[in-house]
T-cell receptor, first 113, second 115 residues
Framework: AQSVTQLGSHVSVSEGALVLLRCNYS??????LFWYVQYPNQGLQLLLK??????LVKGINGFEAEFKKSETSFHLTKPSAHMSDAAEYFC???????????FGTGTRLTVIP | ETGVTQSPTHLIKTRGQQVTLRCSSQ?????VSWYQQALGQGPQFIFQ???????GRGNFPPRFSGLQFPNYSSELNVNALELDDSALYLC??????????????FGPGTRLTVT
């Protein structure tokens, strides 16, 4: 069975500070992992995905995530937060050959000026 | 290129009624997936339609049903609405059914309120 745990439903950072959003997964097979962002009144947008290639994945808007099998983690980071990064972030897991995603409960990121 | 669109934006229904939600997929996409996002939760997979056939279903009862049309647009139908069906319903389209190969593009969602 697959599942995703996102630690911290709310995270606040100052503008220019490091962003770290945590995601731990559970999967009985090698997973595919995704980070999505959701702005108010909008659908989900894919930030980045891990599909068993390089463990450090670079995405859009300066975000990146590192797949750590030993820790079953896929944390999302960005070196310097911008005001425009304020949104809801979802981590999701899938399996090779699968056609559906299992999402975490999300982390709301607030950026303080 | 037009993105994924959904209609209506908001909808209020009474318990026991039926509802139909609509999704127009992005140009060139033959796959549509539907997700339910309850307040404060992550999206949950309802089902996927690939080339007009249901291609996988999550843990949702049969009163949740769907259709995909030859132009690959899709409908989600929910019968006998319950209060717990209140949620944001998201549609996502892609060029193929496998998430490892094809990115899903999400629409803005339909907010359904059941009273």
């Amino acid at each position: 069975a697959q599942s995703v745990t996102q630690l911290g439903s709310h995270v606040s950072v100052s503008e220019g500070a490091l962003v770290l959003l945590r995601c731990n997964y559970s999967s009985s097979v090698p997973p595919y992992l995704f980070w999505y962002v959701q702005y108010p009144n909008q659908g989900l947008q894919l930030l980045l995905k891990y599909t068993s290639a390089a463990t450090l994945v670079k995405g859009i808007n300066g975000f990146e995530a590192e797949f750590k099998k030993s820790e079953t983690s896929f944390h999302l980071t960005k070196p310097s937060a911008h005001m425009s990064d304020a949104a809801e972030y979802f981590c999701a897991v899938s399996e090779s050959g699968a056609n559906n995603l299992f999402f975490g409960t999300g982390t709301r990121l607030t950026v303080i000026p | 290129e037009t993105g994924v669109t959904q209609s209506p934006t908001h909808l209020i229904k009474t318990r026991g009624q039926q509802v139909t939600l609509r999704c127009s997929s992005q140009s060139g996409h033959n796959t549509v997936s539907w997700y339910q996002q309850a307040l404060g939760q992550g999206p949950q997979f309802i089902f996927q339609y690939y080339r007009e056939e249901e291609n996988g279903r999550g843990n949702f009862p049969p009163r949740f049903s769907g259709l995909q049309f030859p132009n690959y647009s899709s409908e989600l139908n929910v019968n006998a609405l319950e209060l717990d069906d209140s949620a944001l319903y998201l549609c996502a389209s892609s060029r193929g059914s496998l998430l490892s190969s094809y990115e899903q593009y999400f629409g803005p969602g339909t907010r359904l309120t059941v009273t």
